[in-house]
């Protein structure tokens, strides 16, 4: 069985570009990370040990992207996956945690205190998840996910030496 040359050609481009995608990929999750950080410090999310949590997960994504920027290793890829994870994980239980904290303030909302208990519980978590209730943005820790996942597809299935 015989390949077509264009085939082969079509390979060899898909070879170098993976490199290039890698890359993309990487300074993605770098400005997502760096947008993430930038909110967190304009909403002063500092206020206890609770909120430093995703300044830590955030840090450790950053510097690991950053390391693989610069050397492009199995340890460095391992790095990036370990922090991937943990800030995706991190990203769902703020996520939680957030539409949890404005489901909570629901009921002492000015606009919402004399139908809040009448509401459906989807029309409660869509006011929560919303913004249009509470004070707890949910789109912030989501940031943080997205940071992950893109970082983590950066490295995925990298090899010593493949691109």
């Known amino acids: 069985m015989s390949t077509a040359p264009g085939a082969a050609a079509a390979g060899a481009d898909d070879a170098r570009l993976v490199p290039v995608y890698r ?3 990487t300074l993605l999750g770098i400005g ?3 947008g993430a950080l930038t909110e967190l410090a304009m909403l002063r999310h500092w206020q206890g040990p609770a909120q430093l949590v995703p300044w830590a997960v955030l840090a450790v994504l950053l510097l690991g992207a950053a390391a693989w920027l610069v050397r492009r290793s ?3 890829a391992r790095t990036v996956r370990i922090a991937a994870v943990l800030s995706v994980l991190g990203s769902a239980y703020g ?3 957030h539409v949890l904290a404005n489901l909570r303030a629901g009921p002492e909302d000015p606009r919402y205190a004399g139908v809040w208990e009448s509401m459906s519980g989807a029309a409660q978590l869509w006011a929560a998840t919303s913004g249009a209730v509470g004070p707890s943005p949910v789109l912030v820790p989501g940031t943080m996910g ?3 996942v ?3 597809l950066a490295v ?3 090899r010593d030496g493949a691109g």
């Open 23 to 25: 890359r993309v990929l």
């Open 32 to 34: 997502t990370v760096l």
């Open 74 to 76: 199995a340890g460095t």
């Open 95 to 97: 996520v939680y945690e």
């Open 146 to 148: 997205l940071a992950g």
């Open 150 to 152: 893109l970082l983590w």
């Open 156 to 158: 995925l299935r990298w």
